[in-house]
């Protein structure tokens, strides 16, 4: 069984705190991992994309990757109001995406 | 920009009908995806194909089949509805071809409800 795993939270995170979200995987062959925002009634959308061990910036994100544990991490800084949203970890099986259940963040002002 | 559109955002339908949703995208990608969306569940993939004709079933291809006669565009039926398939539906696409993963671009979602 291919599984992504996520804490549902909710994460309750104060405004301008860094949130940080978790994910871990099952297959050690997996080789890209996405993190998806899904806000309440729309549909996800790409934030960060990571392919090789370490961390990948882009603005107050930060993805952080580490295969030898199969874990994958998502650090908001300075969070905001308008995070508050589904946190979705994806990570590749072959040729298809298998998708975490996702993580509630709250952020409050 | 990407552009993945469904044919319809709210659809209720009764137990028994056939049901079609419709996706199609602007971007000449390779493949499309059907995932539904349950509270607690995630993204579980229903169907997959990566070239006009090639369907691949997914996690839970039951009750379910596709079409793509078109590259831009990939039909889910719901042969005979039932009330558990009450749920959201998603279609996404993606570039590369089979064997590679890259980002997943998605429609807006039909919710559908069976009464």
């Known amino acids: 069984q291919k599984e992504v795993e996520q804490n549902s939270g909710p994460l309750s995170v104060p405004e301008g705190a860094i949130a940080s979200l978790n994910c871990t995987y099952s297959?050690?062959?997996?080789?890209?991992f996405f993190w998806y925002r899904q806000y309440s009634g729309k549909s996800p959308e790409l934030i960060m994309s990571?392919?090789?061990?370490g961390d990948k910036e882009d603005g107050r994100f930060t993805a952080q990757l580490n295969k030898a544990s199969q874990y994958v991490s998502l650090l908001i800084r300075d969070s905001q109001p308008s995070d508050s949203a589904t946190y979705l970890c994806?990570?590749?099986?072959?040729?298809?995406?298998?998708f975490g259940a996702g993580t509630i963040l709250r952020v409050k002002s | 920009d990407v552009k993945v559109t469904q044919s319809s955002r709210y659809l209720v339908k009764r137990t028994g009908e056939k049901v079609f949703l419709e996706c199609v995208q602007d971007?000449?990608?390779?493949?499309m995806f059907w995932y539904r969306q349950d509270p607690g569940l995630g993204l579980r993939l229903i169907y997959f194909?990566?070239?006009?004709?090639?369907?691949e079933k997914g996690d839970i291809p039951e009750g379910y089949s596709v079409s793509r006669e078109k590259k831009e565009r990939f039909s889910l039926i719901l042969e005979s509805a039932s009330t558990n398939q009450t749920s959201m539906y998603l279609c996404?696409?993606?570039?590369?071809?089979?064997?590679?993963?890259?980002?997943?671009?998605f429609g807006p979602g039909t919710r559908l409800t069976v009464l």
């Open positions: 996404a696409s993606s570039f590369p071809p089979l064997g590679l993963t890259d980002t997943q671009y």
């Open positions: 297959d050690r062959g997996s080789q890209s």
């Open positions: 990571i392919y090789s061990n």
């Open positions: 994806a990570v590749d099986y072959g040729n298809k995406l298998v």
């Open positions: 971007m000449d990608h390779e493949n």
């Open positions: 194909s990566y070239d006009v004709k090639m369907k």
